[in-house]
């Protein structure tokens, strides 16, 4: 079955961390470009970070976790992680992982593959 799950939300304290995984079965992850997304309630998906296949080994983050949060890839376990530190009350949303061809350029509503996404809370 092909499919991509999410794992790792929860609760956290501001200031605090939190590893997403992003495992993917029934095909190669590496393959593929990979990316985070997030939507909080009332708002708009919007795109967290994206990592390019390890060939191409290129990556970006939105600046509201630049320095705080960070994709990597283990291709062994055919999974991608996002190491979110320093967490702030404002990255609570639903967290999901996608493959696409590209991060630059590509239309990532077009993905056959997406995950069911991982609830973040971050409170005090």
């Known amino acids: 079955q092909v499919r991509l799950v999410e794992s790792g939300g929860g609760l956290a304290h501001p200031g605090g961390s939190l590893r997403l995984s992003c495992v993917a079965s029934?095909?190669?992850?590496?393959?593929?470009?990979v990316a985070w997304f997030r939507q909080a309630p009332g708002k708009e998906r919007s795109r967290v970070s994206c990592?390019?296949?390890?060939?191409?080994?290129?990556?970006d983050y939105a600046d509201s976790v630049k320095g705080r949060f960070s994709i990597s890839r283990n291709n062994i376990d055919n999974t991608v992680y996002l190491q979110m530190d320093n967490l702030k009350v404002e990255d609570t949303a639903v967290y999901y992982c996608?493959?696409?061809?590209?991060?630059?350029?590509?239309?990532?509503?077009?993905?056959?593959?997406w995950g069911r996404g991982t609830q973040v809370t971050v409170s005090s």
């Open positions: 996608a493959a696409g061809h590209h991060c630059i350029g590509y239309d990532w509503d077009k993905s056959r593959y």
């Open positions: 990592m390019t296949r390890s060939v191409d080994d290129m990556f």
């Open positions: 029934g095909f190669t992850l590496d393959d593929y470009a």
